[in-house]
């Protein structure tokens, strides 16, 4: 790797990708990251609010409910909407490439791509049957499908056309754009769902790479792309930025099965081990069981039988036998190089990139 | 009423809303809108084929199964996709309002509209749980209920992206119509999911009415006012297109519960008394609870025990006994004479305004 494709090196550390906690580069980023999140909370939040508060009574109060802005019968919560990494990477690549006009003019674009990411949330969840999201049930489970279907259906008509009523002369290119990668977003799950149904030993490694792309890097990569499409960038440059947030979400996603996996549960939240236990064919999963390896075919022995607590700490030692932790982290460390090439062609200058740097390593240096 | 309100009186005989079949101007009527459906089906389905082809793999596949193009095995059908009623009307409302060349220019909007009636057909079926579309096996009941959320989250986007992208100078204001009419049909949506689990007692006859406006009349209304923003229209006339097609839209959702309770089996393809079977709190039905008289008490105890097949006669006359067909007729009628009232408004020469008034009249004619 030449230095001209890789000029942030002494912070894309390969090494430092996806490990949990510690001191270091990594600490004094997580600050930054959350001070940049905040800043973006602080901006977004009005135009969101407004949005939601705009739907008709019951939508809008399945949709507060879900944003954690209400309880489930309606009185005020203190909630907790998740971290709201997509419309700060909006807000990042809109200032990173145009100063704070453009970030400013990319408010509600950044308002637009949140709502699009919780549309997916409360449709997945149905889907996924996934009774609690942000440590609270989901909507589904609190309000009925219906309503969960219904909520989600407004929420992507609501991003669709506050974008199109935007009077910034990006914001039909924008609207283009979030449109296709809802596309995309519907046929990543898609693939989910049904591999679902699929013996683990014929789902392909690439497969299960192009799924996570579709279904986490889609949307981070159009983030980043909306944000550089309302600061006036060129169609190359929003191309780049759109890159850039798709690698960082194919290793935010990397490291994300590998915790689910190896997490600590007091930081995770979950159970250890969550994910084998449900059989999910997870990135290390997949990978270890394509490896050839004596502990592939052990590990497929195991997720062939229903679940023991007692084969737990065996599942996950097959699945690094086989390589799949090692192979999932050196991905993660390689699809972030490949994210830090692609931001430093869109923008040279380590200074002004620096918003977009930290949020990138804030998700892939995630402990929960 | 005025004859400035009227002008089109003797095509919107009072008596003869909701008649089935039959002679005189209904049937040649029938055949003038069956010539426009079938002339806005060769303009807009290239657009809609060639939008649905360009969704990735399995979406495509089940977006085509849905529209009736391909069975369930993938094999070429040539299938019912249903009237495209909605597509027709934006294109007469096009010419209507601005002539050939407005028609031709509205084609992409017609797609796109005709994709969202789609989006909201995949999803009502898995929330009404709805096992036969177009006398098929619903794509829920054939592919499962995430592939049928999905497709349609995906038509949602296709729809408002395809807009968007549209060069035409009306597509950012098509696009925030469309997407406000998507949040008033998932409202409507909610209300009539939530009212199924409400004793039929409480239901109020405004609240069935206001359901039903955002339901069924909201996207009718809406695919004219396309039609005429396309046509480079004055807003006004662009309001009093989305108003006639509203009320034309209430008044054939009147017609259609009136069928629903007394239409002939061999027109309609359901049973007799089919909505009544399954207790649905239809227009009629709900005017009749709400007459006070000695016939909704009946209705009420009716309504409030299992259903009986010995009991359908009764139930049906108990209905008209309290004056819930002669109800729904009257309000029909009177949609439909508001609905010319608002199309006089804006096209104050009926020979501009034939399309649209032939579609009009077929929809609440039909029988079937």
Partial sequence: MTSATRPYGTRGTRGSVGSQGGTGPGASDGQEAAAILERARVSVDPELRAAVDALPGPLRRIARYHFGWEH????????????????????????????????????????????????????????????????????????????????????????????????????????????????????GQQVDTAMERRDPGEVALDEVLAMAEAKTGALIGCACAVGALYAGAAEEDVDALDAFGREAGLAFQLIDDVIGIWGDPRHTGKPAGADLAVRKKSLPVVAALSSGTQAAVELAALYAAPYEPADLDRTALAV???????????????????????LARAIPDPESAGGLLSLAEFVTRRSN
């Fill in 72 to 187: 489930a019968d309606g009185t005020p919560a203190t909630g907790n909407a998740g971290k709201a990494i997509r419309p700060a990477l909006v807000l990042a690549a809109a200032a990173a490439l145009g100063g704070p006009a453009a970030r400013a003019a990319a408010v509600r674009a950044a308002a637009a791509v949140e709502l699009v990411h919780n549309f997916t949330l409360l449709h997945d969840d149905v889907m996924d049957r996934d009774a609690t999201r942000r440590h609270r049930p989901t909507v589904w489970s609190v309000f009925g499908d219906a309503d969960a279907i219904l909520a989600g259906d407004a929420l992507q008509a609501l991003a669709l056309g506050m974008l199109a009523e935007d009077p910034h002369p990006a914001s039909t290119a924008a609207v283009a754009r979030v449109a296709a990668c809802v596309v995309e977003l519907c046929a």
């Fill in 320 to 342: 690094e036998q086989a390589g799949g932790r090692a192979w999932a982290q050196d991905q993660a460390a390689d699809r972030m190089s490949r994210a830090m090439s692609e």
